[in-house]
Each structure stands twice: as structure tokens, then as C-alpha cells.
Antibody
Framework: QVTLKESGPGILQPSQTLSLTCSFS??????????VIWIRQPSGKGLECLAHIYWDDDRRYNPSLKSRLTISKDTSSNQVFLKITSVDTADTATYYC???????????WGQGTSVTVSS | DIVLTQSPASLAVSLGQRATISCRAS??????????VHWYQQKPGQPPKLLIK???NLESGVPARFSGSGSGTDFTLNIHPVEEEDSATYYC?????????FGGGTKLEIK
């Protein structure tokens, strides 16, 4: 059974660094073709892909946010991490992590963690 | 970035009838073998759920009333016959190149 669960600070202030953790089970990120992707969704709005890490440690970023993003993984503990630097109110959203497969689709998602940036 | 334009933004369909949602890409997102477009359903307070991958391949466990088609730049999600539980927002997504992007969403209401 594949599960993913996001965790984060809930609320943080502008200019701080947002640290998110995706803890997963039921698959291995060392399996060829597997990946974990971070996606966010502001309340009432659409979905935006942020960063993607693959089984071979290849890392891909949304170019519009690349300078602020760092994705990493700990295969032994089944966790993927995302850091976003210099947050502002526009980063307020629900952040999801999802498993990606070789098809390029995302077949399992976490429930999401809500992040609010406010002074 | 590849822009995916969904239409309509919202639609209301009577129970048992057909719902058709369009997704148009700003450039070709398919080869002769695969369409790199996938469809998701999202209900309020829930994460998206994968329905269709590679344009027309039904994800395991998804009811057969959902179907996808298309190639090149034009893709379609059909739901027939619609049921009450299909009330949700539907998104298309491409995986042709980085960054993967989503369409703006189509909100389906069941009459």
C-alpha cells in the first residue's frame, strides 16, 4: 500500500525559509522510473509543479522558482525534502507531494500540508 | 512553458448524461505512440486523483465511465453516464517537458 504524508511548519513569516518533508511508504525511491514531486495549490486556485526528484537523484525544478528551491531525498528513511527560501505571501498554499512514475503521471498523492506566510 | 487551456471552465450535466472536457496544449505533446497528457479529479479538501494516463489509459480502479482521447495538441476527457459522485474539478496535466503544468481546471456540477 503506497502512502505519502507531508509535514511542514504551518505558518511562517516573510523572508523565512520553508522546509517541507514528504514521508512515504509502499515503494522505494531507488526503483527505476520512480520519482517524488512537490506540487502546490493556493486556496481556490490551480496546481503548480515545483520540484521533482527521481530514483537516480536527477532533480528538476520549475524554472520560475528554481533559484529558491532545493529538493533532496533520504532513500534509507523514505523521505523527500523541499526547501523554499525567501518566502512571501504568494507562497501561501497547500503543498502536496506525489509519486510519479515512468508515464509522467502522479498516481499517489499525500493529503497535503497547509502553509501560511504571514507577518 | 507549455500552456494547457481547459474548456469549459465549468459545466452542469444532468445525471446519466455525458460530460466532455477539453484540454488544448500550446504545442504538440504527443508522439505517434503516446499522448503525454494525464487527467485528474479533485474534490474539495482532497488531493487530486489520477483518472487517465497517457491520454487514454484508464488508471486501475477508476470506473469505466471515464475515458480519454486525443493527440497532438487536443485532448478530451469524457464521463458517461455521469453520476452524483462525479461532481468535482477536473485537471489535465502534461509531462512532455519540464516544467510539467496543469490546465486551469473544469468544475463539473451534476444536475
Amino acid at each position: 500500500q503506497v502512502t505519502l504524508k507531508e509535514s511542514g511548519p504551518g505558518i511562517l513569516q516573510p523572508s523565512q525559509t520553508l522546509s517541507l518533508t514528504c514521508s512515504f511508504s509502499g515503494f522505494s525511491l531507488s526503483t527505476s522510473g520512480m520519482g517524488v514531486i512537490w506540487i502546490r495549490q493556493p486556496s481556490g486556485k490551480g496546481l503548480e509543479c515545483l520540484a521533482h526528484i527521481y530514483w537516480d537523484d536527477d532533480r528538476r525544478y520549475n524554472p520560475s522558482l528554481k533559484s529558491r528551491l532545493t529538493i533532496s531525498k533520504d532513500t534509507s528513511s523514505n523521505q523527500v525534502f523541499l526547501k523554499i527560501t525567501s518566502v512571501d505571501t504568494a507562497d501561501t498554499a497547500t503543498y502536496y507531494c506525489a509519486r510519479s512514475t515512468a508515464t509522467g503521471s502522479m498516481d499517489y498523492w499525500g493529503q497535503g500540508t497547509s502553509v501560511t506566510v504571514s507577518s | 512553458d507549455i500552456v494547457l487551456t481547459q474548456s469549459p471552465a465549468s459545466l452542469a450535466v444532468s445525471l446519466g448524461q455525458r460530460a466532455t472536457i477539453s484540454c488544448r496544449a500550446s504545442q504538440r505533446v504527443s508522439t505517434s505512440k503516446y499522448g503525454y497528457v494525464h487527467w485528474y479529479q479533485q474534490k474539495p479538501g482532497q488531493p487530486p486523483k489520477l483518472l487517465i494516463k497517457y491520454a487514454s489509459n484508464l488508471e486501475s480502479g477508476v470506473p469505466a465511465r471515464f475515458s480519454g482521447s486525443g493527440s497532438g495538441t487536443d485532448f478530451t476527457l469524457n464521463i458517461h453516464p455521469v453520476e452524483e459522485e462525479d461532481s468535482a474539478t477536473y485537471y489535465c496535466q502534461h509531462s512532455w517537458e519540464i516544467p510539467w503544468t496543469f490546465g486551469g481546471g473544469t468544475k463539473l456540477e451534476i444536475k
